[in-house]
């Protein structure tokens, strides 16, 4: 199964942008990723799933149109922009992978904390 | 409102045992997947049990085959992990959560989760 790798921390000013980095193990480009934001206190919230070429699916409800997603070989990435205090959180990349039929499990990587300056 | 409020943690000695329940309110419980996730302290999120919508299939993490047992209660819309054998590794918050509908395998509600510390 796959290894996700995050950064464990990043930070940027108050209306600036900033890309969270999520890099899959190799042998795994085709792989799509889940991104989930936590707020201090919070259960984890859904925020979009990419692949290779982008966003797959929908976004999460609530969230805004200043998160966007990108991937790129075995990276996947979540770029903020115009930077909000509230979107001061963890930020948690997710996979689901199948190992036969009817059965899935879950990998995540260790999670980045991004700081609202 | 659609939500998902999860009970039961606390603390408990190494051996024990602890039940966490997960209600859920605004949605049908045994229309989806349900999954139990926890986050160790410090540490990232990790899978831990999913069952079926239809209750038929039931999977665990490595790191709990044997010891922890998922079920669920159609008429109370609830959710549970019974955690047996407990160690000083199972120390985390616990979360359910819901897989979104068609087989798209992420998950797409959350509970605020339950902190389970296992300590002597």
């Known amino acids: 199964q796959p290894v996700l790798t995050q950064p464990p921390s990043a930070s940027a000013s108050l209306g600036a942008s900033v890309t969270l980095t999520c890099t899959l193990s190799s042998g795994y480009t085709n792989y799509k990723v889940d991104w989930y934001q936590q707020r201090p206190g919070k259960g984890p919230r859904f925020v979009m799933r990419?692949?290779?070429?982008?966003?797959?699916?929908s976004k999460g409800d609530g969230i805004p149109d200043r998160f966007s997603v990108l991937g790129s070989g075995l990276n996947r990435y979540l770029t903020i922009k115009n930077i909000q205090e509230e979107d001061e959180s963890d930020y948690h990349c997710g996979a689901d992978h199948g190992s036969g039929s009817n059965f899935v499990s879950w990998v995540f990587g260790g999670g980045t904390k991004l700081t609202v300056l | 409102q659609v939500q998902l409020v999860e009970s039961g943690g606390g603390l408990v000695k190494p051996g024990g045992s602890l039940r966490l329940s997960c209600a859920a309110s605004g949605f049908t419980l045994s229309d989806s997947y349900m999954t139990w996730i926890r986050q160790a302290p410090g540490k990232g999120l990790a899978w831990v049990s999913y069952?079926?919508?239809?209750?038929?299939?039931?999977h665990y993490a490595d790191s709990t085959k044997g010891r922890f047992t998922i079920s669920r209660d159609s008429a109370e819309n609830s959710l549970f992990l019974q955690m047996d054998s407990l160690r000083a590794e199972d120390t985390a918050v616990y979360y359910c959560?819901?897989?979104?509908?068609?087989?798209?395998?992420?998950?797409?509600?959350w509970g605020r989760g339950t902190l389970v510390v296992v300590s002597s």
């Open positions: 959560a819901r897989a979104a509908p068609g087989g798209n395998w992420y998950f797409d509600l």
């Open positions: 990419v692949g290779p070429g982008g966003i797959v699916g």
């Open positions: 069952i079926s919508s239809s209750g038929t299939t039931i």
